[in-house]
């Protein structure tokens, strides 16, 4: 039917090629998600690297909140694959609109916190003189575009679990399209516009984040274009449970990302503006770098979630071991790409020389861990798609846990240079693949027996 058409079966076809249709778009969307991000610290660079750290400081909190995105967004996407697997539709719809209620209770919760503790928050992190300003401008309309960000990413997580990624890429296109115009417009006092500096920069995103949600609402409630909606919109206890048990661990999981970063940024302010400034540029980088992974891994996990709906192993399997392969040779380019160009690639977005001279160190040294990184991605989506998330967690919490132990004592003691916390970073990453590697190899293999033997009754 017409309604269904951009709907793929995940559970038939060959697997390199249904991976790639649904992470080209994927990568697309990430893709102009991360130019925007960009863009927005490219113009506000202009202004200095005291608003440079204000978008930097105000950023971390951007973690905390895909946290929160995470949790309804995994949890959603992976019952959603399943019931796909299953061909059970109405359960799809029906956890499509308990994902819906949930982001909206959520994302009015977190974004009244964020302009409760905005001024607090910026000063905690480093914020002085005009980056303190500055941070506390942006994160007040930063926060705000929390309450449409996380209806944005639940709504796009659950159109991945249904096989559909075109839609999500189409509707973000156009949305970053617009933040990008509207930017320099609104940072800058274009066309007769006063200029709202770094205000600016956030403002243009909400508006851009609005326009994207009104389309979503046009399709959901007016074309019913993927499923349909009709039907109760009260929070029903047996799925949300469902839903919360395996988005739980997975957000939890970018929780201890966000003290990582937050850790970082606290050991990395007594460097000065500058330091903080570089691992702002230096992070943004590797979100970009770390696009086509992402994105692979996202497919990756709605392929695993069909087929462990309709207990076909061997396709599970199958795509997994593509999607780790080409996690791994991409970021063997990426790992030397960071490595011969570093200068080049900070350069972009800052000429101070002091910017530029610890933005290189960064890249330089966790390049180093970029394998290890694109390894962690995968396995942690073969574990979203398999509904058992908290391995993931355990992994990411022994690596913050070794990370928060060593950084704060042995660069002190030793009287390290501030190389050492990124070396610090790169061998706990290699602690946590190493541990969820083992896992994931022993659940694949329950896995595999559990459908071997309940396949002869499914028949």
Same mark, same amino acid.
């Given at each position: 039917?017409?309604?269904?058409?951009?709907?793929?079966?995940?559970?038939?076809?060959?697997?390199?090629?249904?991976?790639?249709?649904?992470?080209?778009?994927?990568?697309?969307?990430?893709?102009?998600?991360?130019?925007?991000?960009?863009? !927005?610290?490219?113009?506000?660079?202009?202004?200095?690297?005291?608003?440079?750290?204000?978008?930097?400081?105000?950023?971390?909190?951007?973690?905390?909140?895909?946290?929160?995105?995470?949790?309804?967004?995994?949890?959603?996407?992976?019952?959603?694959?399943?019931?796909?697997?299953?061909?059970?539709?109405?359960?799809?719809?029906?956890?499509?609109?308990?994902?819906?209620?949930?982001?909206?209770?959520?994302?009015?919760?977190?974004?009244?916190?964020?302009?409760?503790?905005?001024?607090?928050?910026?000063?905690?992190?480093?914020?002085?003189?005009?980056?303190?300003?500055?941070?506390?401008?942006?994160?007040?309309?930063?926060?705000?575009?929390?309450?449409?960000?996380?209806?944005?990413?639940?709504?796009?997580?659950?159109?991945?679990?249904?096989?559909?990624?075109?839609?999500?890429?189409?509707?973000?296109?156009?949305?970053?399209?617009?933040?990008?115009?509207? !930017?320099?417009?609104?940072?800058?006092?274009?066309?007769?516009?006063?200029?709202?500096?770094?205000?600016?920069?956030?403002?243009?995103?909400?508006?851009?984040?609005?326009?994207?949600?009104?389309?979503?609402? +046009?399709?959901?409630?007016?074309? /019913?274009?993927?499923?349909?909606?009709?039907?109760?919109?009260?929070?029903?206890?047996?799925?949300?449970?469902?839903?919360?048990?395996?988005?739980?661990?997975?957000?939890?999981?970018?929780?201890?990302?966000?003290?990582?970063?937050?850790?970082?940024?606290?050991?990395?302010?007594?460097?000065?503006?500058?330091?903080?400034?570089?691992?702002?540029?230096?992070?943004?980088?590797?979100?970009?770098?770390?696009?086509?992974?992402?994105?692979?891994?996202?497919?990756?996990?709605?392929?695993?979630?069909?087929?462990?709906?309709?207990?076909?192993?061997?396709?599970?399997?199958?795509?997994?071991?593509?999607?780790?392969?080409?996690?791994?040779?991409?970021?063997?380019?990426?790992?030397?790409?960071?490595?011969?160009?570093?200068?080049?690639?900070?350069?972009?977005?800052? /000429?101070?020389?002091?910017?530029?001279?610890?933005?290189?160190? +960064?890249?330089?040294?966790?390049?180093?861990?970029?394998?290890?990184?694109?390894?962690?991605?995968?396995?942690?989506?073969?574990?979203?798609?398999?509904?058992?998330?908290?391995?993931?967690?355990?992994?990411?919490?022994?690596?913050?846990?070794?990370?928060?132990?060593?950084?704060?004592?042995?660069?002190?003691?030793?009287?390290?240079?501030?190389?050492?916390?990124?070396?610090?970073?790169?061998?706990?990453?290699?602690?946590?693949?190493?541990?969820?590697?083992?896992?994931?190899?022993?659940?694949?293999?329950?896995?595999?027996?559990?459908?071997?033997?309940?396949?002869?009754?499914?028949?």
């Amino acid at each position: 039917m017409q309604k269904n058409s951009r709907r793929i079966d995940l559970t038939e076809g060959p697997i390199l090629k249904t991976l790639v249709r649904l992470a080209v778009p994927v990568t697309v969307s990430m893709i102009m998600f991360t130019v925007y991000l960009m863009v !927005d610290l490219y113009f506000v660079g202009r202004l200095g690297p005291d608003a440079v750290a204000a978008l930097s400081i105000s950023g971390n909190a951007f973690f905390i909140h895909l946290g929160l995105s995470t949790i309804l967004g995994t949890g959603g996407m992976a019952l959603i694959a399943q019931a796909f697997g299953r061909k059970d539709y109405d359960q799809a719809a029906q956890v499509f609109r308990q994902s819906i209620i949930l982001a909206l209770i959520v994302g009015a919760a977190e974004t009244t916190t964020g302009l409760l503790i905005a001024p607090a928050y910026i000063e905690f992190f480093g914020g002085t003189g005009k980056s303190l300003v500055w941070g506390i401008q942006y994160f007040q309309i930063f926060v705000v575009s929390f309450f449409f960000m996380i209806l944005l990413y639940t709504i796009g997580n659950c159109y991945r679990g249904m096989g559909n990624t075109k839609t999500p890429m189409i509707i973000l296109l156009q949305a970053n399209i617009l933040n990008i115009v509207l !930017d320099p417009v609104l940072i800058f006092g274009w066309l007769g516009i006063p200029a709202m500096g770094v205000r600016g920069a956030a403002l243009a995103s909400v508006i851009s984040q609005v326009y994207a949600l009104a389309v979503y609402g +046009y399709l959901i409630f007016i074309r /019913n274009s993927e499923l349909h909606v009709r039907g109760s919109w009260r929070l029903r206890a047996t799925i949300v449970r469902k839903s919360l048990y395996i988005g739980i661990p997975s957000g939890l999981n970018h929780f201890l990302l966000a003290a990582n970063m937050l850790i970082t940024f606290r050991v990395i302010s007594d460097y000065g503006t500058a330091a903080l400034a570089s691992i702002g540029i230096g992070f943004r980088l590797l979100q970009a770098i770390y696009i086509p992974v992402i994105a692979v891994a996202s497919a990756m996990a709605a392929i695993v979630g069909q087929n462990f709906g309709a207990n076909k192993y061997n396709r599970i399997a199958g795509t997994f071991g593509r999607a780790w392969l080409i996690s791994i040779i991409f970021m063997i380019c990426c790992t030397m790409v960071c490595r011969i160009f570093p200068v080049q690639l900070i350069g972009i977005f800052s /000429n101070d020389s002091e910017v530029i001279r610890f933005g290189v160190i +960064y890249l330089k040294v966790f390049s180093l861990g970029f394998v290890m990184v694109g390894s962690i991605m995968v396995i942690s989506a073969a574990f979203q798609g398999l509904g058992k998330t908290y391995p993931s967690l355990v992994g990411a919490a022994l690596d913050t846990a070794l990370f928060a132990g060593l950084v704060f004592t042995l660069p002190a003691f030793f009287s390290w240079k501030i190389d050492s916390i990124f070396w610090i970073k790169v061998a706990t990453v290699v602690v946590e693949t190493a541990v969820i590697a083992v896992w994931l190899k022993t659940e694949l293999e329950r896995t595999r027996k559990r459908i071997t033997r309940h396949l002869p009754a499914a028949k």
